[in-house]
């Protein structure tokens, strides 16, 4: 048996196995995968719950519906900004300037509203297309002179956060009118309850469904088509916990239109890597670029794809954040937005290295990094705790990532 088919050997065994043992037989096969390294998404999964039960513990109101629909808005502005960043992380590159797009958005947002007379549909717009200028420019810079990533973009924080302050002008903050429709879609509108369960139950449903098709897929090239068995426990888990989650949440405000659009973000984003050959390409860039380029392989797009997507979605979250706050002002995009926004997707699984993670990283990152922050401002902790605590955090992220690369290339090895 030669090394190449190693893999879907061990994929059909364990299909067997999980098809004759049933939930044993997967528990069986879960176990085995961490051993390998393939921890996924389990220790941020792990460490969300342990950070819940604990708070709780401090203070019941913790877990409350209030406090967790609260948590969901907060968190909607920078998960749309980490999505972006797991996309420069896939290929091994970095964003420091997401927090100064992000306040450069919310000031374009506020001037063109108050100063312009923009309608909002307007002021998004040149927001978002100064966001896909930025990130095309990143782009251009990086394959033409071979510029690390790194100055790249800590020379475009400074030049952006520069931006901020000239277009806010003297007053250096600017209230953004609460009948206008970004604030009303960031502080008031909310799924009605009946939806939130459709909705939930049709987002698994087509979960399934790409599983189905992916099998059916493989099936016809003669792959291993995985375990069904598998896919069903998952499915069922997915829409119990999901539906018992939005019954909880809908006994106060419900789920916030703002969290719904960032997870339709990371749906839409999942679905582009995952399924397209766009996002095959972005692994085998972050995997091997030489590898990639020998492969025919448009390595020079994949950078600028990549660099733009995550300024527009900087942009994007920044005009949420100002929509939430209703104002902009010389401190939108400072202070922790950076720090939170790659520690988001760092926390949530996506490898340091490039090539390993997936969007969804940024979901659980951001829920983890939003907990922490939630519970400590419960406790009336100040702001260094939960610095220092979110610090903690991320470098336990990277250790479980470091170790976790090293138990793959020795299992590959044997």
């Known amino acids: 048996m030669t090394d190449t088919q190693t893999p879907t050997s061990l994929d059909l065994a364990d299909e067997r196995l999980i098809m004759h043992s049933g939930v044993r037989g997967w528990l069986s096969v879960t176990w085995n995968r961490i ?33 967790l629909t609260n948590l969901l808005l907060e968190s909607a502005a920078v998960g749309t900004i980490a999505i972006g960043i797991v996309l420069v992380l896939l290929v091994a590159q970095i964003d420091l300037s997401v927090g100064s797009m992000s306040g450069l958005a919310s000031a374009i947002l506020g001037v063109g509203l108050t100063q312009h007379g923009w309608s909002v549909p307007v002021a998004m717009a040149v927001a978002l297309i100064a966001g896909i200028a930025v990130g095309a420019l990143y782009g251009f810079i990086f ?48 799924l009605p309850p009946v939806a939130s369960y ?27 088509t995985g375990s069904m068995t598998g896919t069903l426990i998952t499915a069922a888990g997915l829409l119990v916990a999901a539906e018992a989650a939005l019954w909880y949440l809908n006994d106060t405000r419900g789920v916030g239109a703002s969290f719904v659009l960032f997870l339709a973000l990371v749906v839409i984003f999942d679905f ?23 492969a025919g392989l448009k390595v020079t797009a994949v950078y600028m794809s990549v660099f733009i997507a ?94 976790a690369r090293r138990s793959r290339e020795a299992h590959g090895r044997a």
Request: aromatic share 6%; proline share 2%; hydrophobic share 55%.
């Open 35 to 67: 051993r390998s390294g393939d921890v996924g998404s389990l220790p941020v999964i792990i460490g969300l719950v342990i950070i819940c039960v604990v708070f709780q513990a401090l203070n019941p109101f913790f877990l409350s519906s209030a406090n």
């Open 143 to 190: 394959v033409k002179f071979s510029v690390p990533s790194f100055v790249i973009t800590l020379a475009g924080l400074l030049a952006l956060l520069g931006l901020q302050l000239r277009i806010l002008g003297t007053n250096g903050s600017i209230n953004i009118p609460f009948e206008s429709g970004i604030v009303k879609f960031t502080q008031a509108t909310f």
């Open 198 to 224: 459709v909705l939930a139950a049709v987002a698994v449903a087509g979960w399934v469904a790409s599983r189905f098709a992916r099998a059916r897929r493989r099936a016809a090239a003669h792959l291993s």
């Open 272 to 294: 582009l890597l995952q399924r397209t050959r766009w996002g095959r390409s972005v692994y085998a860039v972050g995997g091997s670029v030489e590898a990639a380029r020998r």
């Open 310 to 403: 995550c300024s527009a979605l900087a942009a994007l979250g920044g005009l949420l954040a100002a929509g939430r706050l209703a104002t902009a002002s010389i401190s939108s995009g400072t202070g922790d937005t950076n720090l939170n926004a790659i520690a988001a997707a760092v926390i949530g699984g996506t490898s340091l290295f490039g090539g390993r993670g997936n969007v969804w990283s940024a979901l659980l990152g951001i829920l983890t990094i939003s907990a922490i922050s939630s519970g400590l401002t419960l406790l009336s902790l100040s702001s260094d705790i939960r610095f220092i605590i979110t610090g903690g955090v991320l470098m336990l992220a990277v250790i479980v990532d470091s170790i």
